[in-house]
């Protein structure tokens, strides 16, 4: 969606992202360098026919499913497709979802920090996103900011603080909060360390060695995921990215996808639910992935709470042998009150 605008076309006057994507390897086609295989699989596939032909005669489009198999790595391909955000500088009003995770989610809010407007707004919610885009009150912050910037009407769009963002509790029920930035100045990052014998999250890093095996498929002998859990002793409010590093092997393969899920369970100890990819009504806090061979890291744009992987080289597993790695688990926005238990699965 920011192919457009960072040309500078002389017409456009103001851009309204909402539920964006910018950067379709990372964003879309591949999670963690993983190959998506429900949405981008259905929706690419409806312009090529079984043997790989163009459905609509006449009509000049990319074979994308066939293209994906054929750029595994973020090379050329996907660099051509992905725009300079830098050079979109037209007035912005954007909306992102915690519920849009591997497609929409990631590439707004990389789309709101990365543009240089210098006017641009972001707003995030956590519920279903075309009901949310086509709410009463949504059109009128629309309307707001297109009078303002198309019309020159006066509209107090300026008065409006620049992030509105909802703190889900959960289903469909959340605060909503104002800030002046994304990611929220004054975030107060924490580190909490897996304890593999207790399953548990503390802030003790502990000094004893331990470690926690599961399958790639389960069964009567062996479980295919690790969870850790911990419980809040009084209420926070979890807003923007987290990260999971783990020190991983994997026995017989030379390669592994790991994918990490956070969940909520609240203090009678039921799952809480919320919106998820738009359509989904049990879908959990946020959602990480990565294909271990991709782990390298951008060192110059990895931050402490967002890793950012090149995508650029596979580096296979050596059987025995131990890696880091660091996963980046996409940006959300739940509280926890006293009680509460945040539950982390890795697969």
């Known amino acids: 969606q920011g192919l ?16 964006g994507l910018n950067d379709p390897y990372r964003e879309w086609a591949f999670n963690g360098g993983i190959p998506d295989t429900g949405f981008f699989k259905i929706y690419m596939g409806r ?4 043997d790989g032909g ?31 955000l830098s050079k979109i ?25 990365q543009i240089a407007s210098a006017h641009k707004w972001l707003e995030i919610h956590g519920r279903k996103e075309w009901e949310v885009y086509y709410s009463r009150e949504c059109l ?6 297109l009078d303002r910037y198309l019309k020159g009407a006066k509209t107090g769009i300026e008065d409006l603080p620049r992030v509105r963002y909802e703190v889900r509790e ?11 930035d994304f990611p929220i100045p004054g975030t107060d990052y924490r580190a909490l360390y897996l304890d593999a014998v207790a399953g548990t999250l503390t802030s003790d890093p502990g000094s004893a060695e331990a470690r926690v095996r599961y399958a790639a498929l389960a069964s009567e002998s062996a479980p295919d ?5 911990h419980t809040f002793a009084e209420r926070t409010e979890l807003v923007g990215n987290m990260k999971l590093r783990l020190w991983v092997s994997a026995e017989g393969a030379d390669d592994m996808d790991l994918e990490v899920g956070i969940k909520k369970f609240d203090r009678f100890g039921g799952e809480v639910f919320f919106a998820d990819f738009n359509h989904m009504e049990n879908g959990m806090v ?7 061979s991709q782990r390298e890291l951008d060192e110059a744009r990895s931050t402490p709470p967002q890793p950012w992987h090149t995508h650029a080289r596979e580096q296979k597993l050596a059987e025995g042998e131990i890696v880091p790695v660091e996963i980046e688990i996409l940006p959300s926005g739940t509280a926890f009150d006293e009680g509460d238990q945040l539950r982390l699965v890795v697969q």
């Open 47 to 50: 312009s090529t026919s079984a």
């Open 170 to 180: 959960r289903f469909f029920e959340g605060r909503t909060r104002y800030a002046d």
């Open 54 to 84: 163009i459905v609509n005669e006449g009509v000049a489009a990319e074979n994308m499913l066939a293209q994906r198999d054929a750029h595994p790595l973020l090379d050329d391909f996907w660099a051509a497709k992905h725009p300079d």
């Open 286 to 292: 946020a959602t990480g992935w990565l294909r271990v």
């Open 4 to 19: 457009g605008p960072a040309e500078k076309p002389p017409h456009l006057k103001a851009i309204v992202p909402w539920e």
């Open 140 to 145: 009128e912050r629309q309307r707001r900011f």
């Open 225 to 229: 995921k690790a969870e850790f859990s």
């Open 89 to 113: 500088d037209v007035p912005a009003y954007a909306c992102a979802s915690w519920s849009t995770q591997g497609l929409h989610n990631r590439g707004t809010l990389e789309g709101y920090k």
